[in-house]
């Protein structure tokens, strides 16, 4: 199907594109956004049944069989609308499109996220459930992730997300079940939680474990002392009060992972001495999907950018990426979407740099092989060529894949331009 420009570089198709289609909205909607479809099942670890609420990407459609890599979000009815913003606008060039499964932790959310048990808490005698995150884990593990699997597009690279005691659960994650998930996101986290007993735990871990291929973001607010303004992130860890027992916990750990940085965890720690602990998801979500997705950003734009840029040099930066993305994620992805591909070839077709053209319509094909608009693209290009025996080859494959009556019709205006020469 033809597309044509002059007027945008390449430079911003991803981002125009990523706008273009969060602006598709339904007229008949009551509401302007409706975010998280509510879904459920029965846990036979915890004895109940748990919600949850998935996202899919807004492109997706079923029938082309395309997976998505998964996050998922502890009190997701809290934090998935953030996360589905922040993958607005950044997915295509800084993060992948991904599906998005927010956990409920709206019921018993302590008892199923803090580490260990305790009875007391700053001396004072402590009755609340807590301290079952084993079995949480147990659930996420051998339930939650293969219902998810089975009902929706995902594979297997896995992002968690989890702010205070869902941020304590992220790392305890990371300690102990590293295989669950790819990336971690541990937002403000309550490493204070039973004397600190998780830091502990993580000293000898994180020295023998094998990390590569892990990625870790932590956060840190600024309301480092609630009773001191004198106390400052240069000089918290001299104070030896539990009033700052929250930030030289958080501190400490990420002490403990830079001295062993030889494991192979990439790790990312940021401190926000303008947000509170209830305001520093926001931009933790953000700063985090981007730092552990960074090997993720688009490169050589600049390259792409120029019309100069040989096709050879072009092939490589494309083959590159494509190489780059399957290290990453264990499994063959495309490099860039199926719309930039097209486009850049029509962009390069007006601009009568047929070879390069052609080389992003092949790409598209190989790339999407089940889309019927790449083959019609490359149609459009043998048309233009004079090539019209080719484009009714490639138009007459994109009439099988989707049988549109489109391709129909350009297949019978191709058969007589044939017929007429």
Known sequence: ????????????????????????????????????????????????????????????????????????????????????????????????????????????????????????????????KNGEAVNFSKFIEIELIPFVENKYPVTNFRTLIGHSYGGLFTIYSLIHQPELFSNYLAIDPSLDWDNQKLLNEAQDILSSNDYNGKSLFMSLGGQLNMQDSKITIDNVMQDKSDFTLFPRSNIAFADIVKQNNKNGLFFDWKYYPKDLHGTIAFPSIMDGLISVFQWYHMENTDKINSFDTPKEELFGIIKYREKKLKENFGYSKPPYPEELLNMSGYMNMDMGQMKKAKMYFEFGIEFYPNSANSYDSMADYYERNGDNDNALKFVTKAYEISNDDYYKERIEALKKKINMI
């Open 1 to 128: 199907m033809k597309f044509r420009t002059k007027l945008f570089l390449i430079a911003g198709l991803t981002i125009f594109l990523q706008q273009f289609t969060n602006a598709q909205t339904n007229q008949n909607n009551q509401f302007l956004q409706k975010v998280g479809a509510l879904d459920s099942l029965y846990s036979k670890t915890l004895k109940e049944t748990r919600k949850i609420y998935v996202q899919l990407p807004a492109d997706y459609k079923p029938d082309e069989n395309i997976k998505y890599p998964v996050v998922f979000v502890l009190d997701g009815e809290v934090f998935l609308p953030t996360v589905n913003d922040v993958l607005k606008y950044y997915s295509g060039g800084f993060t992948p499109e991904m599906v998005i499964v927010g956990i409920s932790n709206d019921k018993n959310r302590m008892r199923d996220l803090t580490t260990s048990k305790v009875t007391e808490m700053y001396g004072s005698p402590f009755n609340h």
